[in-house]
């Protein structure tokens, strides 16, 4: 279908008095920016962007406690990428590897568990930063580095759970922001299945629809929203059912509960949240980076000025920040939002599409 064939289409069906829709995925953010999608959707019905950025979402206490980690003598910090940049208090993983602190970028856990079974002599901290699409195979390797007996790997979990981070966002919930339905993450979804949002629909009354990844699966899952909307119905819906099953996947699932447990846990823009982290089980603790080295954090304060937490809570649009692109740009990143390539800011200033 057409753009112009999309706009009449969501025009049609559009609820009589408008709605806020809420995706809660960075890749969906990046889809909606790329696609130009917000300028096919009727004037009063919004689309925000939500907590659905695991680097974004991490507190910044988190980075700071991986940069005092790296500095450690006989520590490496192992990391994806997108982590190094993201600022800490008063300074970065990459920052700190400029001074001397041993950080090595990796493209998985297991890469991290290998570096550790290579180097015995030292402590390996993997970052485990993620939804529950990527702590499977974080559960993975440290199950594996138990069974091998690799001692040197460890993680330091920042893994959030993403049906709490919902429930978050909804009354009672600390935001005012009144959410009339979530497009939900279509990669979680594969691991979770589509049972762990029943909560919203019933409960709150909100549907949700979970959705994939191009443009047109965002489209279908827009419309499946506001057909629901309309009609005065609150279900949960999957519109990605090539991929994502009723179910989910159970064998990823049971990884995870023998790896991980879960806990309260502090997120950027939404506080601390009940039950919305994973940590690492007791039994593993020898593989906790949090139990196996101690180490001193200093205080932890966000960048003065950044809205990057508002913008997670979907009170505000990048655009709304003072700081976007000018004291703040993806060179020169002030916040977690500018420096992931999921971030709200970063798509918003890569592709240059309002949200409006």
């Not at 659905?52 to 980075?63: L, M, S």
């Not at 700190?96 to 493209?107: F, H, K, P, S, T």
């Not at 200093?298 to 655009?319: H, N, Y």
Request: proline share 7%; aromatic share 4%; glycine share 12%.
């Amino acid at each position: 279908m057409t753009a112009g064939g999309w706009a009449g289409r969501l025009a049609a069906i559009r609820p009589r008095s408008g709605a806020t829709l809420m995706e809660v995925c960075g890749t969906h953010t990046v889809t909606a920016r790329r696609a130009g999608i917000h300028s096919l959707l009727p004037e009063d019905v919004r689309l925000l962007s939500g907590p659905g950025c695991p680097v974004c979402v991490t507190p910044v206490g988190y980075i700071d406690h991986a940069v005092a980690l790296c500095r450690e003598p006989g520590v490496t910090v192992a990391t994806f990428g997108d982590l190094v940049r993201v600022p800490g208090s008063t300074s970065s993983l990459e920052r700190a590897r400029a001074e001397g602190g041993d950080v090595r970028v990796v493209y998985s856990a297991l890469d991290a568990l290998e570096l550790a079974g290579r180097e015995p002599e030292r402590i390996v901290v993997f970052l485990g930063v993620g939804f529950e699409t990527t702590s499977p195979t974080v559960a993975a390797a440290l199950l594996e580095a138990a069974d091998r007996g690799i001692d040197g790997f460890t993680v330091l979990s920042a893994h959030r759970l993403i049906p709490p981070a919902l429930e978050a966002l909804l009354p009672p919930g600390d935001t005012e922001l009144r959410i009339d339905g979530f497009l939900a993450p279509g990669h979680v979804s594969t691991i979770i299945g589509v049972e762990p949002y029943r909560f919203v629909a019933e409960r709150h009354g909100r549907p949700v629809v979970v959705a994939g990844f191009e443009a047109e699966d965002m489209l279908l899952g827009i419309d499946a929203l506001l057909r629901q909307l309309s009609g005065g119905r609150s279900e949960v819906e999957n519109v990605y059912r090539r991929a994502v099953r009723t179910e989910g996947n159970p064998t990823a699932r049971g990884v995870l509960e023998r790896a991980f447990e879960p806990v309260d846990c502090e997120w950027r823009g939404l506080g601390a949240i009940p039950a919305s982290g994973l940590a690492v089980r007791p039994e593993l603790a020898r593989h906790d980076a949090a139990r196996r080295v101690d180490v001193e954090v200093e205080p932890s304060f966000e960048p003065k000025g950044c809205l990057c937490g508002v913008i997670l809570r979907g009170e505000a649009q990048p655009e709304d920040c003072p700081l976007f692109g000018r004291a703040c740009s993806p060179e020169r990143p002030v916040g977690a939002c500018m420096v992931s390539s999921e971030g709200a800011c970063s798509a918003a200033h890569r592709f240059g599409r309002s949200a409006r």
